[in-house]
């Protein structure tokens, strides 16, 4: 059964850092683009950013370009979103998601299976 599973998440103090893990099981994390997108209280879940398969390119929303990386290692089946200079704004539930690849081998923010989700609270 193809499951993904995020963890990472917690309290943190504006200014800090967290390091969201998105894993995978019943497949392999490395045949997929992987995003990561957030849902905070009563908006909409938006994409943050994601990677292609290989890890060779990524998109990031500009929201939280400079602050927020995703990278993967794709040998231990896992994906992560390091998320520096945390801001309130960033706090919602984390989802990690397979999501469409397009020509050439690129990314996007269209998601094919979800995880269950991390929640990141951002405050003092």
């Known amino acids: 059964q193809l499951q993904l599973v995020e963890s990472g998440g917690g309290l943190v103090q504006p200014g800090g850092s967290l390091r969201l893990s998105c894993a995978a099981s019943?497949?392999?994390?490395?045949?997929?683009?992987i995003g990561w997108f957030r849902q905070a209280p009563g908006k909409e879940r938006e994409g943050v950013s994601c990677?292609?398969?290989?890890?060779?390119?990524?998109i990031t929303i500009d929201s939280v370009k400079g602050r927020f990386t995703i990278s993967r290692d794709n040998a231990k089946n896992t994906v992560y979103l390091q998320m520096n200079s945390l801001k309130p704004e960033d706090t919602a539930v984390y989802y990690c998601?397979?999501?469409?690849?397009?020509?050439?081998?690129?990314?996007?923010?269209?998601?094919?299976?979800w995880g269950q989700g991390t929640q990141v609270t951002v405050s003092s």
């Open positions: 998601a397979a999501v469409v690849t397009t020509f050439p081998a690129m990314c996007t923010m269209r998601p094919l299976y």
């Open positions: 019943g497949f392999s994390l490395g045949d997929y683009a």
């Open positions: 990677i292609s398969s290989s890890g060779g390119r990524t």
